[in-house]
């Protein structure tokens, strides 16, 4: 459990497609709308420019032209899924469009080609009408290349300038990358290795496109029907995209299951305790900002979810006795109550899957950093870090929360009580970083509904970035 599996990474990526195609269907946030507004201004600024000052370098023939940009929408229609986002094999058409038509008109021509992709997901309402801003102002890719083209080998292709289209891709992978940075940054905040390990994908896809599709427009300068060879590479790609379409829909499928477990299970523990409920629901928050400060991977950040959520689910099978008496446990009611973590991650390796990986955290979440804790006596990094991470969230809130034979203690008084307990207690690193978030600003605990919400990967949040 140190470190993320296949199973959680690829619980990961569904999330990411789930929430990339529930986001296609609503409004876009006010900032989003305003950089992708921007954007296109921008670019069709620059293409009405070059359409009337750039030198065409070619003669257009129309219906040659006609033929690329509905070859170019169809092919755009081609989405391989992957994160938050999808890579389509429009190379194969954006390489004849940049060799074959005017210079001068190939940025709208782009353009013009992505918006004709969009329109039967708009129209079916698969995708929000405003999403027809994408192509415009996503298009920047095809800049670098015109530019590079009209300074260089404005005329017919020719396999003699082989190095000038090699310099042609370089620009447009630049130019595609830079767009992405700007505006990953200011819509969702992504930093720049994201977006470049995103990009890096993408790039592979065209590099290994663009020599397939440059031999095909060379003889196509010849014989334009050519053109129609990528006809059944487009069609078996077509066919390879609809089944990894269909292999997200059912794995969104068993990840909805995997998620109502976990929002049956919380139920059931609030039905039977709802001190312990509550008190598993204030620290998902607060584990989830300490992972974070920590630099946890996001889908180890999944798994804290789960893990805060549900590190006490084997108190339903305490006695409420135990559970609600006022008094310090007896030796033998102290015992009793040190099973729940066993009894925890027996319930959940019941279920199985991902759940019995959380199981494992579970059983660990009262283990201390000297191994003085419990069931195994683990210590040190032989404990697991989500777990580590729960016990010092649910030390501390333990620590600042009223209880049936105690006062809360003042959050002054509880950070001090984690300082003394560093490297005793608690893992001293993962204290540090707790200490930081509770001094930049404790996150409020979670409601019921929050939770289910989170479960659901639609937090309240997002859905007031959505309506604004």
């Not at 007896?330 to 319930?347: A, C, K, S, Y």
Request: hydrophobic share 45%; with cysteine.
């Amino acid at each position: 459990m140190n470190g993320p599996t296949i199973e959680w990474q690829m619980l990961l990526s569904e999330q990411l497609v789930g929430e990339a195609r529930a986001r296609r269907q609503l409004r876009m946030s006010r900032r989003e709308r305003t950089v992708l507004w921007v954007s296109a201004l921008l670019y069709l600024s620059l293409a009405i420019g070059f359409l009337v000052e750039l030198p065409s370098g070619r003669e257009a023939d129309v219906p040659l032209t006609a033929c690329l940009v509905a070859g170019y929408a169809l092919v755009s229609r081609v989405r391989f899924e992957f994160g938050n986002g999808y890579v389509v094999p429009e190379q194969l058409l954006f390489v004849p469009v940049v060799l074959l038509t005017p210079l001068n008109q190939v940025l709208l021509l782009v353009s013009a080609a992505s918006v004709l992709a969009l329109l039967p997901d708009i129209l079916e309402g698969r995708w929000h009408r405003q999403t027809l801003l994408g192509p415009l102002a996503d298009s920047w890719f095809a800049v670098g290349p015109v530019i590079v083209l009209a300074a260089l080998a404005p005329g017919e292709p020719d396999l003699a300038h082989t190095g000038i289209y090699a310099l042609a891709f370089g620009a447009q992978l630049l130019g595609d990358l830079l767009w992405s940075l700007i505006r990953n940054r200011l819509v969702d905040g992504m930093s720049a290795r994201e977006t470049v390990a995103t990009m890096s994908g993408v790039s592979r896809v065209d590099a290994t496109l663009s020599p397939l599709a440059l031999m095909i427009t060379l003889v196509a300068l010849e014989t334009p029907l050519a053109l129609l060879s990528i006809a059944p590479l487009v069609w078996l790609l077509e066919v390879f995209s609809r089944e990894r379409q269909a292999r997200y829909a059912s794995a969104l499928e068993l990840q909805r299951a995997y998620r109502g477990t976990v929002t049956l299970l919380s139920d059931v523990v609030e039905f039977e305790d709802p001190y312990t409920a509550a008190h598993s629901r204030s620290i998902v928050e607060l584990v989830e900002a300490t992972g974070e400060k920590l630099g946890v991977p996001r889908q180890d950040r999944q798994r804290l979810e789960f893990a805060a959520l549900l590190h006490d689910v084997g108190k339903i099978t305490i006695p409420k006795e135990i559970l609600n008496t006022p008094a310090s446990l007896t030796p033998q009611e102290f015992e009793v109550m040190r099973t729940h973590t066993i009894e925890g991650q027996f319930m959940l390796d019941r279920v199985g899957g991902l759940l019995g990986e959380i199981g494992e955290v579970v059983r660990s979440c009262h283990e201390r950093w000297d191994g003085q804790g419990y069931p195994d006596g683990l210590s040190g990094e032989q404990i697991a870090l989500p777990a580590r991470i729960v016990f010092a969230c649910d030390a501390y809130n333990a620590m600042t929360t009223d209880r049936v034979y105690r006062r809360a203690l003042p959050v002054e008084e509880a950070v001090q009580e984690l300082r003394d307990n560093a490297g005793t207690q608690f893992d001293p690193i993962v204290v540090a970083a707790l200490i930081d978030v509770i001094e930049e600003g404790e996150p409020v605990g979670a409601s019921a509904d929050e939770i289910r919400a989170v479960l659901a990967r639609t937090r309240l949040s997002e859905r007031v970035g959505v309506a604004t």
